[in-house]
C-alpha cells in the first residue's frame, strides 16, 4: 500500500490535488506555524492538534481546535486547515473505500465529530504518526501494518459510541452505524454553526431524513431534542467568550445566535444560575449554588 506524505510549514498555502490511482492512497499531512492546506476532493479525514490553535472551515461550518483536541470529518467536508503561529496539527485523509471499511470495523469504526485527546494519547499516536512517515517514505512493507494500528490508535480517541448505535433504529449493526452516522453528522454540523439557530428541517435535510423520523432518532440516540442541543452548544460557546474576555457581554450574545441581550441573558441564566454579567465577573467560576444548578440542568439535558 502505498501512502502521500505532505508537509506545510511557515506560512505555507498548499492544496490537496488527488492525482490518478488516489482512491488507493491515504495522506498522511503535517501542519505548522500558520501553514494552511486546503482539501479540494472527496476523502474523509481526522485532525489532532499536538500544540497551538487550528481553525479549520469546511461544509459543516467552522471549527476552532485547541491542543489536544481532534475533530473527524465525513468525506464531502472539503476542509481548509490553517494551522497557528505556534500550531502543530496531524491530519489523515482516507480514501471512500477506505473509509467505508473502517466504519464497518468491528475494532474501529469512526464516526464524525470532535473530541480532546490525553497527553498519553496524544504521544502513541505521534509515535505511530512517525513509524509511519518514515516507513511510507522508504515504501517499507510494514505500512499496512503501521496504518491500521495509528487507525486504531485514532479511532480509540473516540468514546465508545456503542450504547448510542444501539439506540438507532435498523435491524442490522451495519444500519444502525449508518443511521449513527447521520446523526454524529447532524451534531457536528451544530458545533459548526454555532452563531446561529440551525432549524431542525435543515438538519434532516442534511441526514436524508424526515423531520419528524430525523427529530425522533435524534432524541432516541441524545436524549436531547435538536433545538435543546443546538441552545446547550451555543450557551456553552458563549460561556468560553465571556471566559476569554475579547467581546464585550453585549456582543457575545449575537456571536452565538440569540436575537438580543435578553433573550441571551434569559437562556444564559437558566443553563448557569446565573446572568452572563456575573459569569466574567466570576471568570468563569461558577458559585457552588450555580455550579450545582448546571451541573443537574446538564444531566437532565
Known sequence: MEIRTLCGDRGQALELHWPRGWRERPLLATLARGATL???????????VLRGEVELQCREGR??????EWLYLDRDSLPSVRAGSRALVLGLALSCGLQAQLQQSAYAPMYPGRGHAPPVARRMVLGLWRQLWLAAAAEGPDVPR?????LRALASLQEDCSAQVDRCPGRSLHRRRQVFARMQGALQYLEGNL?????SSELAARASMSVWYFTKTFQAV????PQAASTRLRLAHAARLLRDGRLAVSEVGA????ENNCSFSRAFRAQFGLPPSLYRIHGGVLP?????????HGQAG
Not at 195 to 199: A, C, G, L, M
Open 195 to 199: 452563531d446561529r439557530t440551525v432549524r
Open 38 to 48: 486546503e482539501v479540494t476532493a472527496p476523502a474523509a479525514s481526522i485532525w489532532l
Open 222 to 225: 441524545y436524549g436531547e431534542p
Open 146 to 150: 503501521l496504518l491500521t494500528r495509528l
Open 288 to 296: 457552588p449554588l450555580q455550579a450545582n444548578a448546571a451541573d443537574m
Open 63 to 68: 471549527f476552532a481546535l485547541g491542543t489536544g
Open 255 to 258: 456571536a452565538c445566535g440569540f
